[in-house]
C-alpha cells in the first residue's frame, strides 16, 4: 500500500515508519528499502483485502497521474458493508483498476459488479510480443461504417476486407467481398485510431469485462479494446496516455 494512517492522516511510508491499515486497522510496517518501491505491508504476513495485488513500479506510475487525494480510496457497498481499496477514484466516483497480474474471469466481475462505475487498465508489457497491431480502420460511429461487417484478418499489403449489411441477400448465403483500397480516402479521412489486431494465446478474460478497458504496452500510448461495432470484430482504438488522465480526472 502507498498510504497508512499515522496519528489519524493517511501518509506515505518513511523509514522505520508504523501505521495502521486503512482498510481494516491492523499495524503496517513501512518497507523503505533499497531495492524496493516504499510501501506499506501489515505486519502480519496475510492481506486484507483479497483483491489487492504487490505493488510495481508500473502500478505507481500509473497511480500518480492523479492526486494524492484520488489515490487508494476505500470503497465500501452500503448494503453488505463489504471494503475494498480501489487503486483511484476519481472526483466524479470514476474507479480506475490498475491491473498488472492475472485474473480470472469471476473475479473480474466481481469487482465490475461492486464498484459500478469504473474502468481498467492493464499492463500488456508481458504479452505485447503475442500481439500484432494491424490496418487502420475508419470511424465506427460514421454513416458508411455502420453499413460495414469487417473481417478480422491482416494482409500485408495493409488493406481489410468486408462485405456491406445493405447489400446482403436474406435468401441467400453470399455476399461480395470488397477491400478497402476502393474506400482508401474514406478510411484515411475518418479514422480516428482504430485498429485491427491478431492476438495469439489471447487473453481471453479481458473480451469479459463488461467495463471500459485499456491496455498499456509500455509505449506513450495506450490501447482501448473494442468492437468496431456489432457485426465485426474487436479492434484496438489507440490513445495518448496523458490523454487518458485528462479524460478520467487526472493531471497533464
Not at 3 to 23: A, D, Q, T, W, Y
Not at 126 to 131: A, L, M, Y
Request: charged content about 25%; proline content about 4%.
Amino acid at each position: 500500500m502507498k498510504f497508512s494512517i499515522v496519528n489519524k492522516v493517511r501518509v506515505e511510508p518513511f523509514p522505520k515508519g508504523k501505521g495502521l491499515c486503512p482498510v481494516c486497522g491492523n499495524e503496517t510496517l513501512a518497507k523503505c528499502g533499497n531495492k524496493i518501491i516504499w510501501h506499506w505491508a501489515h505486519r502480519s504476513s496475510q492481506m486484507c483485502d483479497a483483491w489487492w495485488e504487490n505493488e510495481t513500479k508500473w502500478h505507481r506510475d500509473w497511480k500518480n497521474n492523479w492526486p494524492i487525494e484520488n489515490q487508494e480510496i476505500i470503497h465500501i457497498d452500503s448494503n453488505t458493508g463489504e471494503k475494498h481499496i480501489a487503486d483511484v477514484k476519481t472526483d466524479s466516483g470514476m474507479v480506475i483498476e490498475i491491473q498488472n497480474s492475472p485474473i480470472d474471469e469471476e473475479e473480474l466481475l466481481s469487482r465490475e459488479n461492486f464498484y459500478g462505475n469504473m474502468i481498467w487498465i492493464v499492463n500488456g508489457v508481458k504479452f505485447k510480443n503475442n500481439i500484432k497491431i494491424g490496418t487502420r480502420l475508419p470511424d465506427p460511429e460514421s454513416f458508411e461504417s455502420k453499413d460495414m461487417c469487417i473481417y478480422d484478418s491482416i494482409f500485408p499489403s495493409g488493406y481489410f476486407i468486408y462485405h456491406k449489411l445493405s447489400e446482403r441477400d436474406p435468401n441467400s448465403d453470399l455476399v461480395e467481398i470488397h477491400s478497402s483500397n476502393k474506400i482508401q480516402e474514406y478510411v484515411d479521412r475518418t479514422h480516428c485510431g482504430h485498429y485491427l489486431f491478431s492476438w495469439k494465446r489471447r487473453r481471453s478474460v479481458w473480451f469479459a469485462s463488461t467495463k471500459t478497458v485499456f491496455i498499456d504496452f509500455g509505449d506513450e500510448l495506450l490501447w482501448k479494446l473494442v468492437k468496431f461495432n456489432q457485426y465485426s470484430p474487436y479492434c484496438f482504438q489507440a490513445y495518448n496516455k496523458s490523454e487518458i488522465s485528462m479524460l478520467y480526472g487526472g493531471g497533464s
